[in-house]
């Protein structure tokens, strides 16, 4: 059963940094794209911030390129996502996301509040 922890988050101040790490587990083989994804207050839908396949180039959202890394080691199977310069457009619930196969699954989700 795969599971994934997400830590860090929380109340920020605008222009500072936050780092997100996430560890996964329940794969013998580790696990293809991980990722992070951010639900804006007020938003249903969740978008992707940044992901990184097991081999290869991150992508990133227009929105965060520039502030964001996102890297990973696949031998502890953890990802993390380092954001600079934050601002209030940067608050809501970011989500852990890892894609093993035909499969995607999800953390619980950790707050992150920018405030000004």
């Known amino acids: 059963q795969v599971q994934l922890v997400e830590s860090g988050g929380g109340l920020v101040q605008a222009g500072g940094s936050l780092r997100l790490s996430c560890a996964a587990s329940g794969s013998v083989f580790g696990f293809d794209a991980m990722g992070w994804a951010r639900q804006a207050p007020g938003k249903e839908q969740r978008a992707m911030v940044a992901?990184?396949?097991?081999?290869?180039?991150?992508n990133y959202a227009d929105s965060v390129k520039g502030r964001a890394t996102i890297s990973r080691d696949n031998a502890a199977n953890t990802v993390l996502l380092q954001m600079n310069g934050l601002n209030s457009e940067d608050t809501g619930i970011y989500y852990c996301?890892?894609?093993?196969?035909?499969?995607?699954?999800w953390g619980q989700g950790t707050p992150v509040v920018v405030s000004s």
């Open positions: 992901s990184i396949p097991s081999a290869g180039n991150p």
């Open positions: 996301t890892v894609q093993l196969g035909r499969n995607t699954y």
